[in-house]
């Protein structure tokens, strides 16, 4: 499985993703607690994809998955008890991680974390640091079989009840 940067050739596919996804976690569990319409939608990917900090990964033609790594972290990083003191330019941030819902369960998201590492390693970054929902369980038990460490639970500010708290995670390389 091949990561490779995302383009704007893949703007309208990426989209479509997102909304299969949510459309999938609105009729089973939607432990991200992502909401359609809203999160992510075509500009999340317009932005990486300008940025420079998306990345996709294609199976039978077809993007399969993506994930955003860039230095930018959420504001509520700025408390955390870290493992290691870096800059914004030493950490890695994992934005958003998607797996389209015909490929669950074919190893897309840890190649995209594996990925993630690969890169962190290239870029000579100190650590790959992320965040996750409480309550999205499986994405909670990915990281932590990928080898990210637990670092403290913080509320983002979003303006939805049900994403209140969120999980930090960090891999110190």
Same mark, same amino acid.
């Given at each position: ?78 408390? &955390?008890?870290?493992?290691?003191? #870096?800059?914004?330019?030493? $950490?890695?941030?994992? !934005?958003?991680? =998607?797996?389209?819902?015909? *490929? ?9 974390? &594996?990925?993630?590492?690969?890169? #962190?390693?290239?870029?000579? $970054?100190?650590?790959? !640091?992320?965040? =996750?929902?409480?309550?999205? *369980? ?36």
């Amino acid at each position: 499985m091949i990561v490779e940067n995302g383009t704007v050739a893949d703007i309208n596919e990426l989209e479509t993703l997102y909304d299969t996804l949510n459309d999938y976690l609105s009729v089973t569990v939607n432990h991200p607690g992502w909401i359609k319409g809203i999160y992510p939608v075509r500009e999340t990917a317009e932005d990486a994809i300008i940025e420079g900090s998306l990345f996709i990964l294609k199976r039978d033609g077809l993007i399969a998955g993506s994930i955003i790594l860039n230095h930018t972290p959420e504001t509520a990083y700025r408390g &955390a008890d870290w493992g290691v003191d #870096a800059d914004n330019q030493e $950490v890695l941030v994992v !934005r958003i991680l =998607v797996t389209h819902p015909q *490929f669950m369960q074919q190893g897309v998201a840890q190649r995209l974390m &594996a990925f993630a590492k690969e890169y #962190a390693e290239l870029l000579s $970054v100190k650590a790959i !640091r992320l965040d =996750v929902s409480v309550d999205n *369980f499986p994405a909670i038990k990915l990281y932590e079989q990928s080898g990210y460490k637990y670092i403290g639970t913080v509320d983002l500010g979003l303006p939805y009840e049900h994403l209140k708290w969120f999980r930090l995670y960090e891999m110190i390389l």
